[in-house]
């Protein structure tokens, strides 16, 4: 046998070596797990396969996929924030009861908004200039704005608001709904903007080595600050959102989305330790644990044990994560 022939025998090919890269890549893995639920699904439920189906799905993971945005570039910078769900319930009654105080829908919404950056900017001013613990202050943050919400509704929903205001969460584009749209244009949006930008190329490096940051020259603090924000506001655009597609205002809505927002987001290679992750895989964490979600639904599984299910997916995602990391170490 010749050196070359030993050379090439040792060696894979280049699209050996492409296939390879392509398997080990988060969302390739995602997408062949995501196709493994539909084909395994639409011969267990005649159901699933059914474009009904899929708008039903679509439609009600939009929230979660905005908000995941957010605390994919959080984990990416180190921190996370568990008041994501309190910050939507809270700009979603707050919208509504705005409107039903008789002020214009674009105003109601920008307010809305506002509210959310003024959480993450209070989020990011307690963990970087505080010096609090994320975990804590976002615990806090997570309590106050439940608490503020139920406080303004005394616990019951708002209705009753301007039909136009339904317009987001009721219109179609060529027969898909405006809310996915919206959604996948923020995904695509905010995906390039990862990938291509200073600013969240610094967010890459303080999640890394904070340190090393630290002495380039980033403004550490500063960036993470803007992180919260960012995440206020995509959390209050889905409360925005939400109250638009069912006409209402609901305090109580979002109770538990942190815990699903943290599994997709550690699901599509975010990890805890900051520094990785991607918004597309972070979105098809989303998609991932959607079809879990509806599967089980069509499997007639009680409410209590998807939540354990969904506990169990997040408590693997980390575990494996973990391994990975110390094997590579």
């Not at 025998?9 to 893995?29: D, M």
């Not at 969460?169 to 390039?192: E, M």
């Not at 990862?194 to 940051?213: C, D, L, M, S």
Request: hydrophobic letters at 60%; glycine letters at 10%; a positive charge.
């Amino acid at each position: 046998m010749s050196l070359q022939t030993l050379n090439e025998t040792a060696s894979p090919s280049l699209t050996g070596r492409i296939l390879s890269a392509c398997l080990h890549t988060r969302e390739v893995t995602l997408i062949l797990m995501i196709l493994a639920i539909v084909v395994v699904m639409s011969f267990v439920s005649p159901y699933f396969l059914s474009a009904s189906n899929f708008r039903a799905v679509a439609v009600g993971m939009t929230p979660t996929a905005i908000i995941v945005i957010g605390m994919a570039i959080l984990l990416a910078s180190g921190g996370f924030d568990l008041s994501v769900g309190s910050v939507m319930a809270l700009s979603s009654t707050v919208v509504a009861l705005l409107l039903l105080a008789g002020v214009p829908i674009p105003v109601a919404i920008v307010l809305g908004l506002v509210l959310g950056a003024v959480a993450g900017l209070v989020n990011g001013i307690l963990i970087t200039a505080v010096g609090i613990n994320p975990l804590v202050a976002t615990l806090g943050t997570m309590s106050i704005a439940r608490g503020i919400a139920l406080v303004l509704t005394e616990g019951f929903s708002v209705s009753s608001l301007p039909a136009a205001f339904g317009y987001a969460g009721k219109a179609s584009v060529f027969g898909i709904p405006l809310l996915v749209v919206l959604t996948l244009s923020l995904i695509v949006l905010f995906d390039l903007a990862v990938r291509h930008t200073r600013f969240f190329r610094q967010i890459y490096f303080i999640g890394a080595n904070e340190k090393a940051a630290m002495l380039s020259g980033i403004a550490v603090n500063r960036v993470r600050i803007i992180a919260y924000v960012l995440t206020g506001i995509l959390a209050a655009l889905a409360g925005v959102l939400l109250a638009s597609r069912l006409m209402s205002g609901t305090p109580t809505a979002g109770n538990a989305l942190e815990l699903q927002v943290l599994a997709a987001a550690v699901i599509g290679g975010a990890s805890l330790r900051g520094g990785e992750g991607t918004i597309l895989g972070a979105f098809l964490g989303v998609v991932f644990v959607a079809l879990i979600n509806n599967a089980m639904t069509m499997l007639a599984v009680s409410i209590y044990w998807q939540m354990i299910v969904i506990g169990a997916v997040l408590v693997c995602a980390v575990a494996l994560d973990m391994l990975v990391r110390r094997k590579v170490t």
